[in-house]
């Protein structure tokens, strides 16, 4: 039995092998009107991470039920509707094992939080955490106080300000806003991590008009602030948009990445010491049109963090990857330029694939997303070139490419080793059409190997 040869990528050793590859954009709302954050969580307690969004065209926040865990979302079901609101979040703020949800408006300068009321995503009607602040930003929850419940941090851009709320009770009632500082300049982005290795939870925070990024140390454990270290100061840069805190290295210590807006770059910053000493900037791109984003994750299942942004005028999102888990990373690679204006990004795995995918909320076309990752775990048995199965998920149809080889049969189990079906004629293309939705395993025998590879079929 001859297969016909198209050579994707050829591995000679005993390993498992990954890549990232993009799908295209699958629509999951084309009708939230300038959308403007995204973030994925389980909501309704099915072990399944759906999608909630924040759109300020529409004043609306809502969320998409992740229908059968294989990425096939559901209507929007509305949570809120207030003016501006433009970024969200999930977390358990009231300690009953179910995921509340978080927002700010920057035209009404409230905070609200709003609870999960039966775990099954219903929600009750927000709960104002502070009307202290001039044009709100991102709001995240951790414990900052170490007595295991969640408490807020926000940042607000048109009075400068850093602060955090306590979780009074676990139960969500906030205590008064307690400011870590006024002195951040036109703050926009926040993080929640550990920058000095003493297990306590510290803050990263960006000055966008003072080109600095800080970082605030919880020096007790209890919620005592410094007055913020520097990470970088730097009058020549852009204005600053976007931090997260991330291992990029590989050495066990929170590093530091940023997205530019107006330098149009993205790089990140080695903590020297684990104790939050910084080096200099690294850039990564200086390429990008006004990038907003600075995202990581593992795109390619290689064991790193790879790093994410976007160009919203030219319509890209991009990722680069991190060649040797050391922080050195290779040229841009493209993951789609069908999002118009990608504003916001959240990595998770939709499909059960064991990869990430990325759900994309874009402002311009009013659109939430998102993109399969194609990551594809070959498992090579007897070192010889892998075979290659395409489309993957599939619906109906697999077709298989590989060398010049010819196959004696190809056979297909579950995910726990049953037997399911064996192809021993001569064919182009294999007939799942009457399997159920799952993760099979394909293993495909030649006369010098044999080879596994991962399937879902939708």
């Known amino acids: 039995m001859f297969v016909k040869l198209i050579l994707y990528w050829m591995v000679f050793s005993y390993s498992i092998v990954s890549y990232g590859q993009f799908g295209p954009r699958q629509v999951v709302d084309d009708d939230a009107s300038t959308a403007a954050w995204v973030f994925a969580a389980d909501l309704d307690g099915d072990g399944h991470d759906d999608i909630l969004s924040a759109s300020s065209g529409d004043d609306t926040i809502a969320w998409y039920k992740n229908e059968d865990g294989f990425g096939n979302f559901g209507v929007q079901q509305t949570i809120a509707n207030f003016d501006q609101v433009d970024f969200v979040h999930a977390a358990d703020l009231d300690g009953d094992d179910d995921l509340d949800v978080i927002a700010s408006s920057f035209a009404l300068d409230f905070i609200f939080w709003y609870e999960n009321l039966d775990g099954l995503g219903t929600f009750g009607l927000g709960q104002t955490v502070s009307n202290a602040v001039d044009l709100p930003k991102e709001v995240l929850a951790a414990d900052l106080d170490g007595d295991d419940d969640l408490d807020l941090v926000s940042v607000s851009r048109d009075d400068n300000k850093l602060a955090w709320y306590e979780n009074l009770d676990g139960l969500g009632d906030f205590g008064p806003q307690i400011v870590l500082s006024t002195d951040v300049l036109s703050a926009v982005s926040i993080d929640l991590v550990d920058i000095d290795g003493d297990l306590d939870t510290d803050i990263l925070v960006t000055a966008g008009s003072d080109r600095k990024i800080y970082w605030f140390e919880n020096l007790d454990g209890l919620g005592t602030f410094n007055s913020g270290n520097i990470v970088i100061d730097d009058p020549s840069a852009g204005f600053f948009i976007s931090v997260m805190g991330v291992d990029i290295d590989g050495d066990d210590d929170i590093d530091v990445i940023s997205a530019e807006f107006s330098g149009n770059r993205v790089a990140w910053y080695e903590n020297l010491d684990g104790a939050g000493n910084f080096g200099p900037q690294q850039e990564i791109d200086l390429t990008l049109n006004l990038p907003s984003i600075a995202y990581a994750f593992d795109v390619d299942?290689?064991?790193?963090?790879?790093?994410?942004?976007?160009?919203?005028?030219?319509?890209?999102?991009?990722?680069?990857?991190?060649?040797?888990?050391?922080?050195?990373?290779?040229?841009?690679?493209?993951?789609?330029?069908?999002?118009?204006?990608?504003?916001?990004?959240?990595?998770?795995?939709?499909?059960?694939?064991?990869?990430?995918?990325?759900?994309?909320?874009?402002?311009?076309?009013?659109?939430?997303?998102?993109?399969?990752?194609?990551?594809?775990?070959?498992?090579?048995?007897?070192?010889?070139?892998?075979?290659?199965?395409?489309?993957?998920?599939?619906?109906?149809?697999?077709?298989?490419?590989?060398?010049?080889?010819?196959?004696?049969?190809?056979?297909?189990?579950?995910?726990?080793?049953?037997?399911?079906?064996?192809?021993?004629?001569?064919?182009?293309?294999?007939?799942?059409?009457?399997?159920?939705?799952?993760?099979?395993?394909?293993?495909?025998?030649?006369?010098?190997?044999?080879?596994?590879?991962?399937?879902?079929?939708?």
């Not at 004696?408 to 059409?433: A, C, H, M, P, W």
């Not at 939705?437 to 596994?452: A, L």
């Open 301 to 458: 299942g290689d064991n790193d963090m790879d790093v994410l942004s976007q160009s919203s005028p030219d319509m890209k999102i991009v990722w680069y990857e991190n060649l040797d888990g050391a922080g050195n990373f290779g040229p841009q690679q493209i993951v789609s330029t069908e999002a118009n204006g990608p504003r916001s990004l959240y990595a998770t795995d939709f499909d059960q694939d064991t990869d990430l995918d990325l759900s994309v909320a874009s402002n311009a076309d009013g659109t939430i997303g998102w993109f399969e990752n194609l990551t594809l775990l070959d498992i090579e048995e007897n070192g010889i070139p892998q075979f290659r199965l395409y489309p993957n998920p599939v619906i109906d149809y697999l077709s298989i490419n590989t060398l010049d080889i010819y196959i004696d049969k190809v056979e297909i189990y579950d995910i726990s080793g049953r037997l399911f079906k064996t192809v021993s004629e001569e064919f182009n293309q294999i007939d799942l059409r009457e399997f159920n939705k799952g993760i099979f395993i394909i293993r495909i025998y030649s006369q010098s190997s044999i080879n596994s590879v991962k399937v879902i079929k939708k």
